[in-house]
């Protein structure tokens, strides 16, 4: 082709509308589907022991998290009032876990749970004597709701602390909307009373493995999962009593602390490992205040919580916040 008619060709060529340009390129490839976010819940029954409250807020204000407290009501009773509570089918007073060890121990748990709330966590029931209710009825539970919800909102008065802090009766009256059943013990009786006393939530449930809470009679019902743990990863309830009933028959082992830290941190993290890079199902995490094994498995959650709550796509929030964000539609998970 001679010169000259080539470059009329290419002057051409480049004097084309864009829009026959576009028709010859490559069609834009679909959006891709991005994951959600990875939502993890760390949780803690009973919420007793003072030092461990300020251990976990500390550990929340590092890492952005925030925590279920399931807390027993006995707690924010001292041995003097220990009588404002009776549990069905028993005397005044009595409790499987005993109660407040003062006034002033009452005081500072108040204090605690007030705090904890202002950061952002949730505080939710875990009943109030730990007793095991699942031969209860309705009414029986309806009764140990009661209870509680007395408990909490009067506990300044009950106790005689004072000041009392503004709004604290309407934060009691309002901000428990989640339940966790002494020993994880359901029933009939329990499923008919939540709806029934106004919870939300309810977190005593058990799965295979990582799951989404299904809402059955308007309540949510989360279950810890099984996860893989150990040498020959068995499966066990993701919460550390049950890892330590694993771990050294439910007794003490100091000396093995570092080792039983070391395997609850390799389950939680590949359990964490596993919904991260698949499906992002939330994964749930329960804790007690007690340090069983030399602390083992609080820093093991340490450790944990510490690596993957401090990341962009991951959300470490509480079981309220999750209810709150998810109501009116179910939690997608990715491919």
């Avoid at 998290?65 to 707690?75: D, E, I, K, P, R």
């Avoid at 299904?214 to 309540?219: A, C, K």
Wanted: charged share 20%.
């Amino acid at each position: 082709m001679p010169k000259n008619h080539l470059y009329r060709f290419v002057a051409l060529s480049l004097a084309l509308p864009a829009a026959a340009g576009t028709a010859l390129a490559d069609p834009p490839a679909p959006p891709s589907t991005a994951k959600p976010k990875q939502v993890v819940i760390i949780s803690f029954d009973s919420a007793r022991d003072i030092p461990q409250w300020k251990r976990s807020r500390a550990l929340a204000q590092r890492t952005g998290a925030h925590f279920t407290y399931f807390l027993s009501c006995v707690f924010l009773l001292s041995p003097e009032t220990r009588k404002e509570y009776t549990a069905p089918g028993k005397t005044a007073g009595k409790s499987n876990i005993g109660f407040a060890a003062s006034r002033q121990e009452v005081a500072d748990r108040l204090e605690q749970i007030g705090l904890a709330a202002a950061e952002g966590h949730d505080i939710a029931s875990h009943a109030c004597g730990h007793f095991d209710g699942k031969d209860w009825t309705k009414a029986d539970w309806l009764k140990e709701f009661a209870s509680f919800e007395h408990i909490l909102e009067n506990a300044y008065a009950i106790n005689g602390i004072t000041p009392e802090p503004k709004g604290w009766r309407d934060f009691a009256r309002h901000a428990v909307v989640g339940f966790r059943a002494p020993y994880l013990s359901t029933s009939k009786g329990l499923y008919e009373a939540l709806p029934a006393a106004g919870y939300a939530f309810d977190a005593s449930g058990v799965s295979k493995g990582p799951a989404l809470p299904p809402t059955t009679g308007g309540i949510a019902r989360f279950s810890l999962p099984q996860i893989p743990e150990g040498p020959k990863s068995r499966p066990v309830i993701a919460m550390d009593y049950n890892l330590y009933v694993r771990h050294s028959g439910g007794f003490e082992k100091p000396g093995k602390a570092g080792e039983f830290a070391d395997r609850t941190y390799q389950a939680f993290r590949s359990a964490f490992d596993a919904q991260y890079q698949g499906k992002r199902t939330p994964l749930q995490l329960g804790f007690h205040f007690t340090l069983m094994n030399d602390g083992a498995y609080w820093n093991a959650m340490e450790r944990f919580a510490g690596e993957v709550c401090v990341k962009p796509d991951v959300e470490c929030i509480s079981f309220r916040e999750y209810v709150e964000r998810f109501k009116g539609g179910e939690h997608t998970v990715g491919g």
